[in-house]
């Protein structure tokens, strides 16, 4: 076995790589920053009983767990940072208005996202706290779509979706805790045979809400759509008003989903997904999340959104250019005599590199007049 291996989707960054992603970093916090957020750095490392608090369960299976040598207790290494976040407005801050924070850090998950995602994603995102209106929901999409077009990536797209209505649904129907599960699992995956399996025992208005669901996307039509194929529940009511507000304000395309489940255990309102061309996985994730500041001993209703730094260069490397080529790495190019650059840089009158070398063959040059000069003196005095 090669000692240098590392292991399974866990990669180096290189150059220029790494310069763009890094250069892409702190565009974002600046931007952050501009629109009023305040960066914050949580440890890499805190004890699980923090860690995945108000998180749920899915977050606990991709956390790498430890025992820390001084205390004896488990400790986790942070799968997320946004549950960090939620902790330090609600006990480091304690402030009573409305919280706008930012982060950015790497992550470390015990299995990937998708078949070709990291294990370490370089997360980076923003999340307001204490303000539960739609008004928040809409801040936060704009600045999703800000920082999509800041990172260079073009033709993004939205879904949008809430989970207020499989959980009306489910709550209002009798669903148990167990089946509720199952319902979400088969909705996730869109499996209208086993949807139909799982629902036979159900009541005839509980069945026909569920089934309706996989079929309940696309653009701002569903939600009238909806409207006529839905129980006419409080709840269900006052999701459909905020994703037509959300749908008809954003910045990008947007597409509503109805059965876009993704962090259910988590969210508690509008959940939301960007898109780009040229990834299968989604390029940003957010939502809103209400109950994980009330598991922390004090509610806060709060909403953003997280973006990995890694997918984003990848979506959008022609868009950002290549990284900048400093004076060292153009003598270095003279100096081991290769020059990677395309013949328009490589004859341009001036360049750093064609002046090395210039300056290289004229000290050759030099050398071999010293060299004659001085077996020319030694054949005289002999």
């Not at 914050?40 to 749920?56: A, C, F, R």
């Not at 086993?194 to 036979?200: G, Q």
């Not at 489940?261 to 957010?286: D, K, M, N, Q, T």
């Not at 959104?305 to 997918?311: G, I, V």
């Amino acid at each position: 076995m090669r000692n240098w291996l590392l292991p399974e989707n866990l990669e180096d960054i290189l150059p220029p790589q790494a310069q763009r992603v890094d250069g892409m970093r702190a565009k974002l916090l600046e931007l952050f920053r501009v629109h009023g957020y305040e960066l914050v750095i949580p440890p890499l490392l805190e004890y699980m009983e923090s860690l995945l608090t108000g998180t749920g369960h899915d977050l606990d299976l991709r956390t790498f767990k430890l025992v820390d040598q001084l205390s004896g207790r488990m400790m986790g290494v942070r799968a997320d940072i946004t549950p960090q976040v939620a902790r330090i407005d609600a006990h480091l801050l304690n402030r009573k208005g409305v919280t706008r924070l930012c982060y950015a850090g790497s992550v470390l998950l015990t299995r990937p996202r998708g078949l070709d995602s990291t294990r370490e994603p370089l997360q980076v995102g923003a999340e307001i706290y204490g303000h539960s209106g739609i008004e928040s929901d809409l801040e936060i999409q704009q600045l999703l779509a800000e920082s999509l077009a800041a990172a260079g990536v073009s033709e993004a797209r939205l879904d949008i979706g809430h989970v207020a209505v499989f959980r009306s649904i489910c709550r209002r129907g009798g669903v148990g805790a167990d089946l509720e599960s199952d319902l979400y699992e088969v909705l996730q995956g869109k499996d209208m045979p086993a949807l139909r399996s799982a629902t036979k025992a159900l009541s005839k208005t509980t069945r026909g809400a569920l089934l309706a669901l996989p079929e309940l996307y696309g653009d701002g039509a569903v939600i009238e759509r909806a409207r006529r194929t839905l129980p006419k529940y409080p709840e269900i009511d006052r999701a459909l008003r905020d994703l037509k507000a959300l749908s008809r304000a954003g910045r990008i395309p947007v597409s509503v989903d109805l059965a876009d489940l993704r962090g259910y255990h988590y969210h508690s309102g509008v959940v939301f997904a960007a898109y780009a061309p040229g990834i299968a996985s989604a390029v940003a994730l957010g939502g809103r999340y209400d109950e994980v500041g009330k598991a922390f001993g004090r509610a806060r209703p709060a909403t953003g959104f997280s973006m990995d730094l890694r997918d984003l260069e990848r979506v959008a490397p022609s868009q950002n250019g290549p990284a900048p080529r400093s004076r060292d790495s153009d003598t270095e190019t003279a100096r081991c005599g290769r020059d990677r650059r395309g013949p328009a840089a490589r004859t341009r009158v001036g360049a750093p590199g064609t002046r090395m070398r210039s300056r290289a063959r004229e000290a050759r040059r030099q050398v071999g007049r010293e060299k004659t000069r001085l077996a020319t003196r030694w054949a005289r005095t002999s």
